[in-house]
């Protein structure tokens, strides 16, 4: 924009206490800044002279390039960069009523703005937050986005934002921070402030030029006015379009281990991606059965067969432990389930964990990050071992070598214990001229081993069995020259036999007899004893 030379044309024609004016593009007022007049060879009118129509009317000429100088050549002014969004109001000024709390931001540029994730804080002088607004959308061009409670009294204008909380009328802070954390504007009044607190009917409204441009010097007397309350209209609000992106489903993300049973700090969602390509996290929600209102928003890129653990410490989520849980996945805006799942009555220190199709198991080995790993028990502590019939841990024996039993004592083989060697068991050894008998343990001459047997006596015989003399059968006895015949039964024979028990029959009445005194004594003294025990 060039400047022409008509600052001084208007300086005369407002008048010397006239209010300060900024020229289109000014970002602070005109008698702040210098401003540079070109020399001509007019001279004003002398005093007395005429004016009007019977003055003459003389065009005046260009000045000589010749006559310029330095000071006297039009300035360039560059060109003025506006902030993409400003404060522009703060009313806090009737007490016990929200709907006259509201805070209005402006942008005043031409063209539309996006805030990438800036901030508006709402704070104490004593630093304590009392609201915090993430601003991460479009602002139309010269609109404004209205903070205010539910519905301001005007209109019944539903705002932007919402402001759950009054103002703070006493020593209060609005700031405006950027994507960095940067402090872009910040307003307070109260106490040591440049702004006594607000008041009933009052507010801090930004200043602007004629033209239209906001005073942005960073002086916030000089940049905002303590004035009446003005309530918000339709016009006020509207411009801001927050960003709504796109729906994430995490297409192909499915849940693998749950460790819910275990500590606190330890509980853990492991997510796994079995797809050939890499799946966008970002957005996608966490959920349990223990709250619907509560969710975790994943972030970041999981690469093909890639696990990803999540503490669940970190996401503010509350995990069932030992009875039946939940765990979902849901897309970036919480309205459809990409995948659930159940478990019930976990054991202590055991996770739920997917290995393959359908197959989901309890396991004591949790491995949060890796590819699951099924164990059936809990690890058995150091020096023992899993019985594998019993499931329980058993102390690993181990064999070591037996010791010395010492002197006179040997190790049975039987029982492996020492026992003492015992007298009898030394054999004594055989004499000179004499070997042990390896069959009978006997000592025998070596001389009778290797000669002939001592011819046996005549009435003797050997023995080719024990190799010993034996005395010979009687020879007076002559050989029956037949065979002994069985003896045939016949009456005579038979008749025999009944004289013979006859005559027992008698031998043993008589003896009955002869001792029937004795045997009668004997009788009663056993039935005595009998009769006596009942």
Request: with cysteine; net charge negative; proline share 7%.
């Amino acid at each position: 924009m060039k400047r022409a030379v008509i600052c001084l044309v208007a300086c005369v024609l407002m008048g010397a206490n006239s209010a300060p004016v900024a020229l289109a593009g000014e970002v602070m007022p005109v008698d702040e800044r210098t401003v540079t007049v070109a020399q001509t060879d007019e001279s004003p009118p002398e005093a007395g002279s005429e004016s009007g129509e019977d003055a003459p009317q003389v065009e005046p000429e260009p000045p000589s390039p010749a006559l310029l100088t330095a000071t006297d050549e039009v300035v360039e002014d560059p060109p003025l960069v506006l902030p993409p969004i400003l404060i522009n109001r703060v009313s806090a000024g009737v007490t016990g009523d929200a709907d006259h709390d509201y805070i209005e931001l402006h942008n005043p540029n031409p063209d539309d703005v996006f805030l990438d994730s800036w901030q508006l804080v709402v704070k104490r002088k004593d630093g304590k937050d009392l609201q915090v607004f993430t601003l991460h959308g479009t602002v139309k061009a010269k609109s404004y986005i209205l903070i205010a409670a539910s519905k301001v009294a005007s209109g019944q204008l539903v705002p932007d934002l919402k402001l759950s909380k009054n103002l703070v009328y006493v020593d209060g802070i609005v700031q405006l921070l950027n994507n960095t954390g940067q402090v872009i504007e910040h307003i307070s009044w109260g106490t040591d402030t440049g702004f006594p607190a607000l008041s009933t009917g009052k507010m801090i409204n930004r200043n602007y030029t004629p033209e239209g441009v906001p005073y942005i010097s960073g002086d916030l007397t000089k940049d905002f006015d303590y004035t009446e309350a003005i309530k918000a209209g339709p016009e006020r609000a509207g411009g801001y379009i927050a960003y709504v992106a796109p729906v994430n489903r995490c297409a192909g993300l499915m849940i693998s281990e749950i460790a819910a049973n275990v500590a606190a700090d330890k509980q853990f969602i492991e997510l796994y991606n079995p797809t050939s390509l890499p799946i966008i996290l970002d957005g996608c929600l966490l959920q349990t059965n223990r709250s619907t209102t509560k969710s975790y928003a994943l972030s970041g890129t999981l690469q093909p067969g890639g696990y990803v653990s999540i503490l669940v410490s970190t996401t503010g989520l509350t995990l069932t432990k030992t009875t039946t849980g939940t765990v979902y996945l849901l897309s970036s805006d919480g309205k459809e389930e990409m995948d659930a799942r159940s478990y019930d009555g976990l054991a202590a220190e055991t996770s739920w964990a997917w290995f393959g199709e359908s197959d989901w198991r309890q396991t004591f080995s949790a491995t949060p990050g890796q590819a699951n790993v099924w164990q059936k028990f809990l690890p058995c502590d150091p020096g023992y071992e899993r019985n594998l019939e019993t499931g329980r841990c058993r102390k690993i024996v181990v064999e070591s070598a037996p010791e010395d039993c010492g002197p006179g004592k040997y190790r049975s083989p039987e029982t492996n214990r020492c026992r003492k060697v015992e007298a009898a068991d030394v054999l004594t050894p055989c004499k000179s001229g004499q070997y042990r008998n390896p069959e009978t343990g006997r000592c025998r001459s070596l001389a009778s081993a290797a000669s002939v047997p001592t011819p046996c006596k005549p009435d003797q015989e050997r023995n080719p069995e024990t190799n010993r003399c034996r005395k010979k059968p009687a020879a007076g006895i002559p050989e029956s020259a037949f065979a002994v015949e069985p003896i045939k039964e016949t009456g005579k024979a038979f008749a025999g036999w009944w004289v013979l028990g006859g005559l027992g029959t008698l031998a043993v009445g008589r003896g009955a007899w002869e001792w029937r005194s004795e045997m009668l004594a004997g009788i009663r003294k056993i039935a005595s004893f009998f009769t006596s025990g009942k």
